[in-house]
């Protein structure tokens, strides 16, 4: 089985203690020039991906719900496969008094080293729904081939070897 690679783990926790140093800010400086929501919104966003593999290609499945397609960006480079992304936070004037903010804000970038089996050069990705499908085509010689078993050619080897060869 293909297994792609994220290095996240660090910038995940980087980001964790980011928020929680903010949340830490916020409850002793209550008239931060930040402003409450600002402290507890402006975090590495890490959205979950899903990746499997078919015969043809490797499939990734990125959770981007309320991120336009214009900030999503998708490059390979040097068989690294790297998601760019923000989710902006959406300012009305009405809602200022937050009570609660748990949807994360900001940008990510997820990086993933590609196989050898993918061909870079046939990445293609769109955006459905809130989900990013990303479809990595496998090179021809990494797709299965099926190779056909001639049963004749072994009855004719079974007739030399027995010495009634005609």
């Known amino acids: 089985m293909t297994l792609l690679t994220g290095w996240e783990s660090l910038r995940e926790l980087s980001a964790m203690q980011d928020r929680m140093n903010r949340m830490s800010r916020l409850f002793r400086e209550p008239y931060s020039p930040e402003g409450p929501e600002e402290a507890l919104t402006t975090t590495a966003v890490a959205p979950p991906v899903d990746i499997y593999e078919d015969e043809h290609n490797i499939i990734l499945k990125i959770d981007v719900p309320g991120i336009d397609e214009k900030d999503i960006d998708v490059s390979v480079q040097n068989n690294t496969l ?71 050619a072994e009855k004719t080897l079974e007739a030399i070897a027995s010495g009634k060869a005609a």
Do not use: W
């Not at 940008?107 to 989900?131: H, Q």
């Open 82 to 152: 790297t998601v760019h992304g923000e989710r902006k936070i959406e300012k009305e004037e009405k809602e200022e008094n937050f009570r609660r903010v748990e949807r994360q804000y900001g940008s990510f970038t997820r990086s993933f080293t590609l196989p050898n089996s993918v061909e870079p050069a046939e990445v293609s990705a769109r955006c459905d729904k809130g989900v990013l499908k990303i479809n990595l085509a496998k090179k021809a010689e990494a797709k299965p081939m099926q190779i056909k078993v001639n049963l004749g």
